[in-house]
């Protein structure tokens, strides 16, 4: 089974192509419905035997959902050269699996959607997979970067089927398809 989040604020490119992505019966997530506070670096899920958080929110039902899935695929706007804040708040929060180990062969797939033409972002891009594979290395959780889709103008971010036809989205879509499968099968492409 895999889990599916969604890392924007609203509900609009990520939301509607990680729906597109994900199966029935696969685990859908959107941090826009979520009320996770920060971490407060306290290092109680360091100390405790639970090797839980202390916060009480909504990031429990994002540690329920990755205890039952072997894959998750994120999919975050780009914003101000990075993924968003509230994914970022999300990993801030994954300081527990630090000491359990609970991610150990979890594999994370992202997906980012920016404004920018694809050469433009391709630098953004870089940083964000070197961020990435920075912490899979403590996180204990492969990672791949699967893929940019751009929007190509700002004014148009909410209307990515604008700037891809409905053939050359659904190729994508089945590419990325592919690539989680090949990798899920130890292939990587």
């Known amino acids: 089974m895999n889990l599916y989040i969604s890392a924007s604020n609203r509900k609009h490119n990520s939301y509607n ?4 992505l994900r199966n029935e019966n696969d685990i859908f997530i959107s941090l826009a419905d979520l009320d996770i506070k920060y971490c407060i670096g306290c290092n109680a899920c360091q100390n405790n035997e639970e090797n839980q958080c202390v916060l009480k929110d909504d990031m429990n039902k994002i ?3 990755i205890s039952k899935c072997d894959n998750i695929i994120i999919m975050s706007p780009i914003y101000m050269n990075q993924i968003t804040g509230i994914l970022k708040n999300v990993f801030d929060r994954f300081n527990p699996y630090c000491a359990s180990e609970n991610l150990k062969e979890k594999k994370i797939y992202l997906i980012t959607v920016g404004q920018m033409s694809e050469e433009e972002q391709q630098e953004i891009c870089d940083s964000i997979d070197n961020w990435f594979k920075s912490i899979s290395e403590f996180l204990y959780f492969d990672f791949e970067y699967l893929y940019n889709f751009t ?7 909410d209307r990515i089927e604008k700037m891809y036809n409905e053939s050359q989205l659904d190729s994508i879509i089945e590419n990325i398809k592919n690539k989680i499968n090949n990798w899920i099968r130890g292939k990587k492409y």
């Open 17 to 20: 192509l990680l729906n597109k």
């Open 63 to 65: 540690y329920g959902a």
């Open 151 to 157: 929007s190509g103008d700002i004014l148009e971010i």
